[in-house]
């Protein structure tokens, strides 16, 4: 998964995205970029005459005289690796960003984003959030054609189709590229007076337009919008883009304009963000993620009531639903597992032995809430069911007298080829056990998932994938199937 934010017409572009980035640390963990240009392609700085560079850490694209682009980006941490003094290399009034996690092996520098690429149509710079279902196969066929590739992304599978597109400028080339590719997108694309942004036809990820006074801004999640007090205007439409211009000069303003319309024959917009991806302080497909795992928690207590002393979320992503839960329940809320917050989330944390170790060093129950308690322990979902076994254990060792599971997703039974680094199907408990046996695996007193039904009816609107929990994939498996070999993106 990853987190893309841009900004056009600010003074301050790379210290916003840099904030921006910041309140979206959580889709994209593994590196972090940040390219500039200033809205009439020369930068203001005193970079000018350093030599042309292609993409990567502090490098620039500069002809003398010519649009510039400047980028940084590295490996971890948005706050560790945007510094004062990188910040400071990055000038221009207009700057996209990107947060970044990938599959096993495709976690290097090399596919850091932004990517930045001079072409006959102009430099631009992209930032990627999603997996190409066909990436793949235009990658063959493009290098078949001689392209060479710098990265394992098919993030540059786009980059490549606008590159050669026939089409002369670069609009109608982001256009005829677009209309090449396969799967899930949601892009920024950085030009000089201009940033694109576009959503894949289906609107697997999320992508929402906003105004910072004269400014637009484009953020994967609305939390990067509170940060630095911008409003929301509305959702990129599926299959639309949209160009975010700015004029020239003092006092210039910024204009929004639809640049095209893919026609979308199906809405599948992705469940699990709302069940765990997304910040509870967003607003994404329209809804708020907090309330919306409220309403999964409250539907779970209905179609798993049990008879206990406590509701106990696994922190963070099960607050919300144990919230729900709760209220609907009667039974009282408490914080009997407290979180370490310093621990990166081990779901997206690319090597068994961090996943393994941040278990242990994460979770610590309070044992006065806990102690002489029929507990019912609230989480968003069951990957592997190790980590599920290991608090339940706890639970236990610290005096729970029962515990009971519940899970306000449906089991996840499948991986996901549209963006988000779930397992291989084998990996994934639910898969190949019932739910009795994964109860008797987690060592669970009770265990039970909300159902399919109960989630989209909590969900309150059609037009979700639910894919990994249900074998619906809404774009055929044939295909998908041939995409998990590519690097998430
Ligand atoms: S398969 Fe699952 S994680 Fe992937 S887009 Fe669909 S609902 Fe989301």
New binding site residues.
Partial sequence: MCGVFGIINHKDAANLVYLGLYALQHRGQESAGIATISHDGIASDTNLGEPIGSSGAGEQIIAPGAPQIHVEKEMGHVADIFTQERLSRLPGDTAIGHVRYSTAGGSMLCNAQPIVASMSKGLIAIAHNGNLINGAELRHELEQEGAIFNTMSDTEVMVHLIARSKERDLERALIDALSRVRG?YSIAVLAPGRIYAARDTYG?RPLILGRLGESLVVSSETCAFDLIGAEMIREIRLGEIVAMECSVGPGALTALRVVHQFPSTRE?R????HVYFARPDSKIFGNNVAEMRKRFGAQLAREHPVDADVVVPVPDSGVFAALGYAQESGIPFEFGLVRNHYVGRTFIEPKQTIRNFGVKVKLNPVREIIAGKRVILIDDSIVRGTTSKKIVRMLKQFGATEVHMRISSPPTT???????D?PQRRELIASSNSVEEIRRFIEADTLGYLSEEGMLNAAGNGG??????TGK??IVRAEAAEAAAIVST
């Fill in positions: 899930a697997f599948a992705c469940i699990f963000e499948g991986p996901c080829y549209y963006g988000i779930t979700y994938c639910t894919a990994c929990f994939y809404p």
